[in-house]
């Protein structure tokens, strides 16, 4: 279904919105910068901005729906003979590849991290949409297998697949504030990525793969 003219210009005015901030807070700091003043600069109303935006930290982080959302999405769309972990290894690693944002580094997001980074209330939120991302793909885990609600299998293997991406993420961004690109970080971090997934993949390496002929996101193994 085609976006209509209200929800079009909706989303726009989020975006222009949240860009405003954003160029707001990497010039002057998260904290010295209001909302009121956001409301200001974008000619809306403080109410319209709590409109779009709960909290002055959803300003900044304005994609953590999508990126909330992102590992319960490969879940359900890996492909037959993908497992769980297969498909977010191939993921992250095309992220890496293409200088995709997704997981929280990209080409020149220096500035970008470290705000989060020196910024409680920044990292206080990161670390409940990291929380989030990983109860979202346990649930998306056990709709996609029938489990039961006593299984703790998805849960588990949510939780190790969030903490190897919060290691690996982590080691990025700590050579990110140390002044480096992530051109230069890049071959490294997918050396790290490759050994972290690769300490998975005698434990959880097989679960949750997709049977042949099975066609992405759509029903359960029989």
């Not at 403080?46 to 909290?55: E, G, H, L, M, R």
């Not at 002055?56 to 769980?84: C, H, T, Y």
């Given at each position: 279904m085609s976006e209509g003219l209200r929800e079009?210009?909706?989303?726009?005015?989020?975006?222009?919105?949240?860009?405003?901030?954003?160029?707001?807070?990497?010039?002057?700091?998260?904290?010295?910068?209001?909302?009121?003043?956001?409301?200001?600069?974008?000619?809306?109303?403080?109410?319209?901005?709590?409109?779009?935006?709960?909290?002055?930290?959803?300003?900044?982080?304005?994609?953590?729906?999508?990126?909330?959302?992102?590992?319960?999405?490969?879940?359900?769309?890996?492909?037959?003979?993908?497992?769980?972990?297969?498909?977010?290894?191939?993921?992250?690693?095309?992220?890496?590849?293409?200088?995709?944002?997704?997981?929280?580094?990209?080409?020149?997001?220096?500035?970008?991290?470290?705000?989060?980074?020196?910024?409680?209330?920044?990292?206080?939120?990161v670390r409940e949409m990291n929380e989030a991302r990983e109860r979202l793909m346990a649930e998306a885990i056990a709709e996609d297998l029938g489990t039961g609600p006593g299984d703790l299998a998805p849960a588990v293997v949510a939780a190790q697949i969030g903490a190897a991406l919060r290691a690996v993420v982590g080691y990025a961004v700590r050579r990110m504030l140390a002044g480096e690109g992530i051109g230069s970080i890049a071959p490294d971090l997918r050396e790290q990525a490759e050994r972290a997934f690769g300490l998975l993949e005698s434990g959880i390496g097989g679960y949750g793969t997709r049977p042949a002929g099975r066609d992405r996101g759509h029903g359960h193994p029989s």
């Amino acid at each position: 279904m085609s976006e209509g003219l209200r929800e079009r210009k909706k989303r726009e005015t989020r975006q222009r919105i949240s860009d405003i901030a954003t160029g707001l807070f990497l010039a002057r700091g998260f904290d010295s910068v209001t909302v009121a003043e956001v409301a200001r600069t974008a000619d809306v109303s403080v109410n319209t901005v709590f409109n779009y935006f709960a909290t002055k930290e959803d300003l900044l982080l304005d994609r953590s729906p999508e990126v909330e959302g992102l590992l319960a999405r490969i879940v359900r769309e890996r492909g037959p003979g993908e497992s769980v972990l297969a498909a977010v290894r191939r993921d992250f690693l095309d992220a890496l590849e293409t200088g995709h944002y997704r997981y929280g580094f990209h080409e020149g997001g220096d500035g970008f991290v470290r705000m989060i980074e020196t910024t409680p209330s920044l990292a206080a939120r990161v670390r409940e949409m990291n929380e989030a991302r990983e109860r979202l793909m346990a649930e998306a885990i056990a709709e996609d297998l029938g489990t039961g609600p006593g299984d703790l299998a998805p849960a588990v293997v949510a939780a190790q697949i969030g903490a190897a991406l919060r290691a690996v993420v982590g080691y990025a961004v700590r050579r990110m504030l140390a002044g480096e690109g992530i051109g230069s970080i890049a071959p490294d971090l997918r050396e790290q990525a490759e050994r972290a997934f690769g300490l998975l993949e005698s434990g959880i390496g097989g679960y949750g793969t997709r049977p042949a002929g099975r066609d992405r996101g759509h029903g359960h193994p029989s």
